[in-house]
């Protein structure tokens, strides 16, 4: 069993109920909800939650690790949403916020419009992006999304990368 499971998970100021295998929890910051699998038990009392096998198989003991992380991910994204900043580098690479679409003019012939998710909140300064929720999947999974459309290049950095992502450039041709 997962070291995360062993102990109770603390809530603080969020509210955690089970209903139906629906977990969901409630902060300041918004309302997250989660399936629990049928092969784990969440208790809740006065010291935190606390996850559970409910048999002794290895997906049930697998999976105890994971929905307690999951937790505690739900737990600290409704308290302070989850925030993630991507960057544009490269002449002429643009990005517009247009209603509920990011839309990128980055060389190609054409501009490449993604939808935003409902639950993430995306904002447009000069060449860099900012999204921001309380679900860490989806900010992390959005984040994924735009910056497959155009990843950094080795060569000249150009592309689309994380904030704190570092590039790795490559030498290229020498003239002999």
């Known amino acids: 069993m997962s070291h995360l499971a062993k102990k109770p998970i603390s809530v603080g100021k969020t509210t955690v109920s089970v209903e139906a295998g629906v977990l969901t929890v409630a902060g300041a910051k918004g309302t997250l909800t989660k399936r629990v699998h049928p092969s784990i038990a969440v208790a809740i009392d006065e010291k935190g939650v606390l996850i559970t096998p409910k048999d002794r198989s290895r997906l049930a003991k697998a999976l105890t690790g994971t929905f307690a992380s999951h937790l505690k991910n739900m737990v600290a994204g409704v308290e302070t949403p989850y925030a ?9 690479y643009r990005v517009e916020l247009k209603g509920k679409d990011l839309v990128f003019m980055l060389g190609f012939s054409h501009p490449v419009a993604l939808a935003i998710p409902e639950d993430v909140t995306a904002t447009v300064e000069k060449n860099v992006i900012t999204l921001k929720s309380p679900n860490k999947e989806s900010v992390g999974q959005f984040a994924a999304n735009i910056r497959r459309v155009k990843p950094p290049e080795p060569y000249l950095g150009k592309g689309i990368r994380y904030d704190d992502e570092v590039v790795r450039r490559k030498q290229g041709k020498k003239a002999v």
């Open 84 to 92: 993630k900043k991507l960057v544009l580098e490269g002449v002429g």
